[in-house]
């Protein structure tokens, strides 16, 4: 018997700035929303949707970057689903398309669209949604890597009427490189979820 699915995709940004010392600076930047489709017996009637789809950071000092690698700040994201006219068990399964341009991160979980400058944004989620403490989030064995981890998220059924709130938590790693370069930085990670 051969599964079919549908797969929605959700593009988000997110933005950081290094600086030499601390400023109150944001950006704003509209986000793509691309969507996908194919013929499925399954998840017809189901749709993603981030009620923020652009996290923006508070500027680093590069003095914070010394040291072992480690997250320095993070942010909730929600993914919100839900589908209609279902009456079928639905098991939404999550993967992260963007780039990760460093050599060394072998996970390939440290997100980045510039030239490497030490930083990057990783992905995590929690089996509890509870936040993850900066001391433990840089973890690259845990995060979701580049298109290549699946992630399953909560279940739709009849219990949670086929809708369900998702946190993932992005965060700003490093140092991940010994020269840090100063100025801001951004990632737009594709969001895909297959409703099996």
């Known amino acids: 018997m051969r599964r079919t699915m549908k797969l929605l995709t959700f593009t988000f940004q997110c933005m950081g700035g290094l600086v030499f010392m601390f400023t109150i600076n944001s950006m704003v930047l509209a986000a793509d929303l691309s969507m996908m489709a194919s013929i499925a017996k399954k998840?017809?009637?189901c749709e993603i949707t981030l009620p923020q789809n652009v996290l923006t950071f508070a500027p680093l000092s590069m003095r914070q970057l010394k040291g072992p690698i480690q997250a320095h700040q993070i942010k909730s994201l929600i993914v919100r689903l839900s589908c209609v006219n279902e009456t079928e068990l639905?098991?939404?399964m999550l993967t992260l398309?963007?780039?990760t341009p460093y050599a060394e991160d072998l996970h390939q979980t440290v997100f980045l669209d510039d030239t490497p400058n030490g930083v990057g944004f990783m992905v995590r989620?929690?089996?509890d949604d509870k936040p993850i403490g900066l001391l433990d989030f840089y973890q690259p064995d845990a995060a979701i890597g580049n298109d290549n981890t699946v992630q399953p998220l909560?279940?739709?059924?009849n219990d949670n009427q086929y809708k369900s709130d998702n946190v993932l938590w992005v965060g700003i790693v490093g140092p991940l490189q010994s020269n840090i370069i100063a100025g801001r930085f951004h990632a737009s990670l594709t969001i895909n979820v297959a409703f099996q």
């Open 43 to 45: 998840g017809v009637g």
């Open 90 to 92: 639905i098991k939404p």
């Open 97 to 99: 398309r963007g780039i």
């Open 125 to 127: 989620q929690s089996p």
């Open 154 to 157: 909560n279940v739709l059924n």
